[in-house]
């Protein structure tokens, strides 16, 4: 057996979420059938992390075992002909018998997008949030610079999380600002459940003058989430990288 390291890109519009469940399609489910096909057997993918309903990835991190060698650039052209339109490779790169794609990630970053403007606009309703003016973007981009560094993210987080711990560290936040669109990045060691959109949402409430700055700090000291403070839907959401500590592996 020979473990890979796969690289996907995905529109999550149409699906549940990563995960495979009974009563509605996953994007695991698309791709463990479509690796299955390939190698002639059952194969079972782990991700970096599962995505929610309706969030996309540029670069979800996943791997299986195969019981074979495989031909890097051979195999991800002939899964791609598998795959739906709304689900790729991008790449194929063998990892150690130990590796997996959750537990030896070192950082992830996620993107948010959001666009002000009075009136929706069809093209981006896919992809971003809007909002109404005002909104300023510098307490956007200085709530979201708030939480770098180490902080117990409790009160960021929402219920259906399993992990032990709520603390988290977050090597980098900002945002970037195109006329009216706005992106947040983030890059931390791990998330909370729906951490990211609670990020942006608290950000977005400063930067609409719902909440202050004190209170984002507050809320890193473990105080109670303002009312004012918003989960963000999850369309705008998308994993942009995953990165590990393996050095160069490409086939």
């Known amino acids: 057996m020979t473990r890979y390291l796969l690289t996907l890109e995905y529109d999550g519009a149409a699906y549940a979420g990563w995960q495979r469940q009974k009563n509605a399609v996953g994007v695991q489910e698309r791709v463990e059938d479509a690796l299955g096909t390939l190698l ?8 970096s992390g599962r995505t929610d309903a309706g969030v996309h990835a540029e670069g979800q991190a996943a791997h299986f075992d195969a019981p074979r060698a495989l031909e890097a650039k051979r195999f991800v052209y002939s899964l791609n002909a598998l795959l739906p339109d709304d689900i790729k490779a991008r790449s194929l790169i063998p990892v150690p018998d130990d590796f997996h794609a959750q537990y030896s990630a070192k950082k992830k970053t996620y993107s948010y997008k959001i666009y002000v403007s009075e009136t929706p606009s069809p093209l981006r309703r896919a992809r971003f949030f809007r909002i109404a003016p005002p909104f300023d973007f510098d307490i956007f981009e200085k709530a979201l610079e708030m939480t770098e560094g180490e902080h117990d993210f409790r009160s960021f ?12 560290t977050i090597y980098s936040a900002g945002a970037v600002k195109n006329g009216g669109e706005i992106t947040a990045y983030i890059t931390g060691n791990g998330f909370l459940y729906n951490m990211v959109r609670v990020v942006a949402g608290a950000a977005l409430a400063a930067a609409k003058g719902r909440i202050a700055l004190k209170d984002i700090a507050d809320m890193l000291g473990g105080a109670p989430r303002p009312i004012k403070v918003k989960t963000l839907p999850p369309h705008a959401l998308t994993l942009v990288s995953v990165e590990y500590d393996i050095g160069d592996r490409r086939s």
């Open 40 to 47: 002639g057997q059952k194969t079972v993918v782990y991700a």
């Open 157 to 168: 987080g929402n219920t259906g999380s399993s992990q032990k711990t709520s603390v988290r």
